[in-house]
Nanobody, 118 residues
Framework: QVQLVESGGGLVQAGGSLRLSCAAS????????MGWYRQAPGKQRELVAVITSGGNTNIADSEKGRFTISRDNAQNTVYLQMNSLKPEDTAVYYC????????????WGQGTQVTVSS
């Protein structure tokens, strides 16, 4: 059984920073891409950032220059550093990973709330 556990969400004032973490555990052979999505109330879930096993990254245009994604392959962990936060960044942030066990499957974390006050 594979689990993704997120941490690091919370309440922050506009202009502040937060760092989200997501650790994968279980019977993992290897992990391909890992990423972060978010879903605001009344909106669809959207991609925020993704990182490949080799470290190549892709950040959504609206977050470029403010958010950074990184990973620690030895710890099966992905991070999202969020700076210069805006109220419109308020959402539940979900971790996502493509993980090889006996086969390749996509897994989701339970989500962590990020609230940015103005």
């Amino acid at each position: 059984q594979v689990q993704l556990v997120e941490s690091g969400g919370g309440l922050v004032q506009a202009g502040g920073s937060l760092r989200l973490s997501c650790a994968a555990s279980g019977r993992i052979f290897s992990i391909n891409a890992m990423g972060w999505y978010r879903q605001a109330p009344g909106k669809q879930r959207e991609l925020v950032a993704v990182i490949t096993s080799g470290g190549n990254t892709n950040i959504a245009d609206s977050e470029k220059g403010r958010f950074t994604i990184s990973r620690d392959n030895a710890q099966n962990t992905v991070y999202l550093q969020m700076n210069s936060l805006k109220p419109e960044d308020t959402a539940v942030y979900y971790c996502n990973a493509a993980i090889w066990t006996l086969r390749l499957n996509t897994y989701w974390g339970q989500g962590t709330q990020v609230t940015v006050s103005s």
